[in-house]
Antibody
Framework: QVQLQQSGPGLMKPSQTLSLTCAISGDSVSSNSAAWNWIRQSPSRGLEWLGRTYYRSKWYYGYAESVKSRIYINSDTSKNQFSLQLTSMTPEDMAVYYC???????????????WGQGTMVAVSS | DIQMTQSPSTLSAFVGDRVTITCRASQSISTSLAWYQQRPGKAPKLLIYKASSLESGVPSRFSGSGSGTEFTLTISSLQPDDFATYYCQQYNSYWTFGQGTKVEIK
C-alpha cells in the first residue's frame, strides 16, 4: 500500500520560503511509471496543481505558470521523498498543501491516485 | 488553460436517491477526466479515472460517463458515507479542477 507522509511548517511570515517534504512508502520516487505532484487548496483558488517531478532515465520537472517564478521541486532518492519550495510567500499563498502521485504511460497526464494528508499553511506577520 | 465547470454547486438529496453531477470542459479533453470525493479535513479521494473507469476499492454505485467536453458522475443509490464534496479534474493538458459540488443531506 502506497502512502505519502507530509512534513513541514504550518506558519510562515510574508516573504519567507515555504519548504514541505513528502516521504514515500510502498513506491519509489524514481519509479518509471509514476510522477510526484504538489497541489494546494484554498477557498479563493480551489484545488490548484503547482508542479511535479518524475524520473524517466533522467529527472524532469514541471511547474504551473501561476507559480513558475517562485517554485522549486526536488527529489531525494536516498530518503525516497520529494520536496516543495515556494519563495516570497504572501497571504494569497495561504492554503492546504498536498502531495500526490499520478500514474500514466504519459507522465504529463494521469489522475492523482494517492494523496498525502495535507499541510495547512498560514501566512501572517 | 482548460477551465472545468461543475453543476450544481450544491445538491440536497435523501439517502437512497440517484444523484448526477455534471462537469463541462472549456475544450475537448477526450476521456482525460477524473472524479474525486473529499470529506471535511481530508485529502481528495480518487473515484473515477479515464472518465468511466472505477478506481480499485470504490463502490460500484459510483459511475462516470462522457467524453470530449461533457461528463457526468452518477451515484446510483446515495449512502450516508457519500455526503461530501465532489470534484472533477481534467488531465489532458496539465491539471485543472472543477469548483466542486457539495452533496448535502435533505
Amino acid at each position: 500500500q502506497v502512502q505519502l507522509q507530509q512534513s513541514g511548517p504550518g506558519l510562515m511570515k510574508p516573504s519567507q520560503t515555504l519548504s514541505l517534504t513528502c516521504a514515500i512508502s510502498g513506491d519509489s520516487v524514481s519509479s518509471n511509471s509514476a510522477a510526484w505532484n504538489w497541489i494546494r487548496q484554498s477557498p479563493s483558488r480551489g484545488l490548484e496543481w503547482l508542479g511535479r517531478t518524475y524520473y524517466r532515465s533522467k529527472w524532469y520537472y514541471g511547474y504551473a505558470e501561476s507559480v513558475k517564478s517562485r517554485i522549486y521541486i526536488n527529489s531525494d532518492t536516498s530518503k525516497n521523498q520529494f520536496s516543495l519550495q515556494l519563495t516570497s510567500m504572501t497571504p494569497e499563498d495561504m492554503a492546504v498543501y498536498y502531495c500526490a502521485r499520478s500514474q500514466h504511460v504519459d507522465p504529463s497526464k494521469g489522475a492523482f491516485d494517492v494523496w498525502g494528508q495535507g499541510t495547512m499553511v498560514a501566512v501572517s506577520s | 488553460d482548460i477551465q472545468m465547470t461543475q453543476s450544481p454547486s450544491t445538491l440536497s438529496a435523501f439517502v437512497g436517491d440517484r444523484v448526477t453531477i455534471t462537469c463541462r470542459a472549456s475544450q475537448s479533453i477526450s476521456t482525460s477526466l477524473a472524479w474525486y470525493q473529499q470529506r471535511p479535513g481530508k485529502a481528495p479521494k480518487l473515484l473515477i479515472y479515464k472518465a468511466s473507469s472505477l478506481e480499485s476499492g470504490v463502490p460500484s454505485r459510483f459511475s462516470g460517463s462522457g467524453s470530449g467536453t461533457e461528463f457526468t458522475l452518477t451515484i446510483s443509490s446515495l449512502q450516508p458515507d457519500d455526503f461530501a464534496t465532489y470534484y472533477c479534474q481534467q488531465y489532458n493538458s496539465y491539471w485543472t479542477f472543477g469548483q466542486g459540488t457539495k452533496v448535502e443531506i435533505k
